[in-house]
């Protein structure tokens, strides 16, 4: 990632299968972030935060340490949990603000495996019933049509924020309740109820429901494209001859 300014540090939040290599992820800040040190400054090690969360549920599992030892069971290993497996760090009493990984808050960075394949062609297949933030899930990704899974248990906009897309999007709720507002008009949604928004229609999630989660599926298509002026073609303008006949005398 190119930095354009100094950050005091830096999260970021990796979805894992298994905790076995957590040493290797550990190594690898390291190796990263020293020639960056050397070329930009400001960030080292420490100062980069790793949150772990859970491939198919994406409950939070903990922290990657940056102890080079990994002091287990030592002073700084309070919380219970902490150091079990190696390298994987907690905070007494710390929960991960549930919007904090939203597609509102976060940018997705890098993904190695395709959403389909984890769910196995079914939409209903492992659906988590808590998540600390919206589980989005792309389905088909192309040039012109992206359509995806989203799985929300409770999870709403943030206060004041409205969605502004320069995509259609034809949305439906498979299961569960929601509610979406628009300017100037509330829609409650149930299992069965869609929407086509058009693009640049401002709308907000108010409330998704608690006791269930709600599944719901995306489509965006007929994304704007910017109009790129082709630059005039310069008119030439070819002098006028007049053919001149001498007649013999």
Known sequence: ????????????????????????????????????????????????????????????????????????????????????????RLYDGFSLYPEAVSRVNSQLLFERESAIKRLDTNLFAEVPTMLPAELIEKLVDTPDIRIERIVSTGQTSPPGFWYDQPESEWVVVLRGEATLEFEGETRGMKPGDYVLIPPHRKHRVNSTSVKEPTVWLAVFFGKEKECVKKPAKKSVKKAATKKVVKKAT
Not at 47 to 53: A, D, H
Request: one cysteine or more; aromatic letters at 6%; proline letters at 6%.
């Open 1 to 88: 990632m190119e930095i354009f300014h100094t950050p005091k540090d830096v999260d970021l939040a990796i979805w894992i299968s298994s905790l076995d290599r957590l040493g290797t992820i550990r190594k690898a800040v390291g190796t990263t972030l020293s020639p960056l040190m050397e070329k930009v400054g400001g960030i080292c090690a420490n100062q980069v935060e790793l949150f772990l969360l859970d491939a198919k549920t994406s409950a939070f599992l903990g922290f990657v340490c940056q102890y080079k030892g990994c002091p287990r069971g030592g002073i700084e290993c309070m919380p219970e949990g902490c150091g079990n497996p190696k390298h994987l």
